[in-house]
């Protein structure tokens, strides 16, 4: 359409064009958190997911940044931790040898978030980011800017189904870009015949949440712990669940709020010692709120 056409008339227009569709946008902007308040405001965007998260460097900052989405009330977000513009989130937050745990551990925290969680191919499987040689590059930053900036082509590798296959399954003719030396193992076939694999983990998580109506559809308010742990506080209704993530480098413990009681079944490791958790590096616990 004309570019004269103002931007949320052309968004009007596709969700009257498409009235069953689930609308989403990725907005990146100096002002992205009421940019995404005005184009989901009612008749426009259902949702939409900030790139300052997905490109975001450290995750220290992921309370920050959903805050100040959660300042604008109304906003049903989506959130996403890696995409196709991003290093994947395994390698970006948990550096280049991140374990399978942490990889588990971020799964759960996006998928704790209030909102639409947006999981980009690859993460369900754990896959760090590829390490593309310099004469594979296809992506024009990366070719310009190497090594420095290596472009996004380490994010945009064949999807691995078949560890044993050539191109592990992803096509029977050579990709546009490499298959990674390491991705073969986390190949789908691979972890889908290993109940610890973090793929097992992904779908039994997903199955979890969906039994509990405060990570679904609850309000979300950070609670105030230290800088290594991400704590979350989630109700609807009656039910009131609490999450809480370490992500520093050691071992952290912490007094369990009254009236709460740990649940059981989310899969990741935390120990319930009387009134205190204990949680190991890239572990995680969830608390339910007992008695009224």
Do not use: C
Not at 120 to 134: H, N, R
Not at 172 to 195: F, S, T, Y
Not at 212 to 235: C, E, W, Y
Request: proline share 10%; net charge negative.
């Amino acid at each position: 359409q004309p570019e004269t056409i103002p931007i949320l008339k052309r968004i009007r227009d596709l969700a009257d064009r498409y009235p069953e569709r689930f609308l989403m946008a990725e907005i990146h902007d100096r002002e992205w958190d009421r940019v995404i308040a005005e184009y989901t405001a009612p008749g426009l965007l259902h949702s939409a997911y900030p790139l300052p998260i997905v490109t975001s460097p450290r995750i220290g900052l992921i309370r920050s940044l959903v805050e100040r989405l959660e300042a604008h009330p109304g906003v049903w977000p989506s959130y996403a931790f890696s995409n196709h513009d991003a290093m994947r989130v395994l390698t970006r937050w948990g550096g280049e040898d991140a374990p399978p745990a942490f990889a588990r551990q971020m799964v759960a925290l996006l998928l704790s978030l209030r909102g639409t969680p947006i999981l980009y191919q690859g993460e369900e499987l754990g896959l760090p980011e590829a390490d593309i040689p310099y004469d594979r590059i296809v992506d024009p930053p990366g070719k310009a800017f190497w090594p420095a900036n290596k472009g996004r082509d380490g994010a945009r590798s064949p999807m691995p189904w078949h560890g044993d296959e050539p191109q592990a399954g992803f096509s029977p003719i050579e990709p546009w870009l490499p298959v990674d030396p390491r991705h073969p193992g986390l190949a789908v076939d691979r972890q889908e015949a290993d109940a610890d694999s973090t793929l097992a983990f992904t779908r039994r998580f997903i199955a979890w949440r969906k039994a509990q109506p405060a990570l679904i559809t609850g309000d979300l308010r950070f609670l105030p712990l230290s800088d290594d742990l991400v704590g979350i506080a989630r109700q609807a209704g009656g039910a009131q669940v609490r999450a809480v993530f370490n992500i520093g480098e050691h071992d952290a413990e912490l007094e369990i709020e009254a009236g709460f009681e740990p649940l059981e079944g989310h899969g990741l490791p935390a120990r319930h010692e009387g009134s205190h958790l204990r949680l190991p590096r890239y572990g995680g616990a969830f608390l339910a709120r007992t008695g009224n």
